[in-house]
């Protein structure tokens, strides 16, 4: 014993050591100066430069106009309300509407019946792996958890269709969603058991489909205590804005009648009297379907959208196609598949989409560099370098390759700045925290920070080059759940 200790000294933190880095920590008065700051404010805060904040304006030489800022509130569904958002943009200006909103409690319903039905699948084709093999544990480690890719929207769109917020709305574990994938996490985990048990004891997979089919009885009913039964048919109202052109007419008439000295209406007596009634031209339908909803209303089609990826990392070449094992939701429609490019491929596309009028979902690590209450996503704004005087040299390859900078969180990118030379320098974020976050929910990314942070983007194929485009029909490199490629948004 006393020799493992002898040999295992020169591995322990020095107390004589400590003892100079304290010395050396308060002859600096820099270090003071931010000690006092980070322990009373916190580092953010102490880290935020003022020069940094001001060089990102929130003007954009092309913005799109969106409608009211969502809010996910204590759950992992960014991914949804980033995509829900793209296509909410698209429907309030086809339709005319002044703001519109998607039900995403109903694909957040569907997503944990496909998510449990996948991983009992993905059991049964993992019968003979040992419980603590690596693929086994990559498996079980969330069985129906929140997070999630555009890939997973669209499946569950082509699938279910999608419905107005009206005819499903949010409930309290759609908003604070722990507690129900607790328990539902907890009971898929038991049936697994259950399966490799069976399976121990000889029975068939026929057999163990069957075991699996009558779990998603108990799956079905966790989901509609927790979330209430999704609507199969539902009646929708909606008021266009077709007036707006009446109003500038009638105005100008006003305007005309006022000059040549003529009454206004409103001082004849045999003028229609003003009422509150809402005169806007409405939109209905009765006893319509989820998939009719979608056919008839969203004048987009989920699988014309591709997924770029910009990873520089020389295990991950670009020009490739990917697709990563075990990550379906919907069992059906297949593995999620990523086509990646380098930066210059990525930021055109991007450019090219927000410039024709569209807005694009995107994936990035929103933690690094960020201020979520004043809405930045800047190394210039936050500058941890400079409080805890050191600098953080990871480039992007490294960070995805050492795990420091995995996409976490979805977004929309709803502008760009382009500069003098016709490059971007800032872009405009919608989130889905809500708009007490940012500034009425909209954060402004540096274009450094797009290009270090955002790994995912969502285009249309009509923006992507012929180059880019070729690859949609190559064979995808098949890679295991763990290599660093992309992650799960939450």
Same mark, same amino acid.
């Given at each position: ?59 954009? #030489? ?13 759950? $992992?569904?960014?991914? &949804? @309300? *980033? !995509? +829900? ?47 603590? #093999? ?13 997070? $999630?890719?555009?890939? &997973? @929207? *669209? !499946? +569950? ?334």
């Amino acid at each position: 014993m006393t020799d493992t200790i002898d040999a295992n000294e020169h591995k322990a933190l020095d107390p004589q050591l400590i003892r100079h880095y304290a010395e050396e920590f308060n002859a600096d008065r820099a270090n003071l100066v931010a000690a006092n700051a980070a322990v009373a404010s916190g580092v953010l805060t102490a880290a935020t430069d003022y020069k940094g904040a001001r060089s990102l304006p929130r003007d954009f #030489s092309i913005e799109l106009k969106q409608g009211s800022i969502t809010n996910q509130r204590r759950s $992992g569904r960014c991914w &949804m @309300f *980033a !995509a +829900l958002n793209t296509l909410r943009y698209e429907v309030m200006h086809q339709w005319n509407l002044d703001d519109f909103e998607f039900s995403e409690t109903y694909l957040f319903f569907w997503d944990a019946m496909e998510k449990s039905n996948t991983y009992l699948e993905n059991v049964l084709a993992t019968l003979d792996e040992p419980t603590d #093999s690596r693929i086994f544990q990559e498996i079980n480690y969330g069985p129906a958890d929140d997070g $999630g890719w555009w890939q &997973m @929207f *669209a !499946a +569950l769109v082509n699938k279910y269709g999608l419905v107005p917020k009206s005819a499903y709305p949010e409930s309290a574990n759609s908003k604070d969603s722990d507690a129900f994938k607790q328990y539902l996490n907890s009971k898929l985990r038991e049936f697994a058991a259950d399966l490799r048990a069976r399976h121990t004891a000889g029975a068939s997979l026929d057999e163990l489909r069957a075991t699996k089919n009558d779990d998603m009885s108990t799956v079905y009913r966790i989901c509609a205590i927790s979330l209430g039964e999704p609507p199969e048919r539902f009646d929708f109202l909606a008021r266009a804005n077709d007036d707006k052109n009446d109003k500038s007419d009638k105005s100008d008439k006003r305007d005309a009648d006022a000059a040549n000295g003529a009454k206004s209406d409103s001082g004849d007596k045999g003028a229609e009297p003003k009422t509150g009634k809402d005169e806007r031209r409405q939109i209905r339908e009765y006893n319509i379907t989820p998939m009719e909803f979608y056919r008839k209303y969203v004048p987009v089609d989920v699988n014309d959208l591709v997924t770029l990826c910009n990873v520089p990392m020389a295990s991950r070449p670009y020009g490739k196609r990917y697709r990563i094992r075990f990550t379906a939701n919907v069992a059906e429609a297949g593995d999620m598949e990523f086509v990646n490019v380098p930066l210059n491929v990525f930021k055109k596309a991007a450019v090219d989409q927000i410039s024709a009028g569209h807005p694009i979902w995107f994936a990035c690590d929103c933690t690094q560099f960020s201020l979520r209450g004043a809405g930045y996503f800047d190394c210039d704004t936050v500058r941890v370098d400079q409080l805890f005087g050191t600098e953080f040299t990871f480039d992007k390859g490294q960070g995805l390759e050492y795990g420091d900078s995995p996409s976490n969180h979805a977004m929309t990118l709803t502008g760009v700045n382009l500069g003098e030379d016709g490059k971007p320098n800032r872009w405009k974020v919608e989130n889905s925290w809500g708009k007490d976050n940012g500034e009425d929910g909209y954060y402004v990314a540096s274009d450094a920070w797009f290009d270090r942070y955002v790994t995912e983007i969502i285009i249309r194929k009509e923006y992507l080059d012929e180059a880019t485009r070729s690859l949609l029909a190559t064979e995808p490199v098949e890679l295991e759940p763990w290599e660093p490629l992309t992650k799960r948004s939450r």
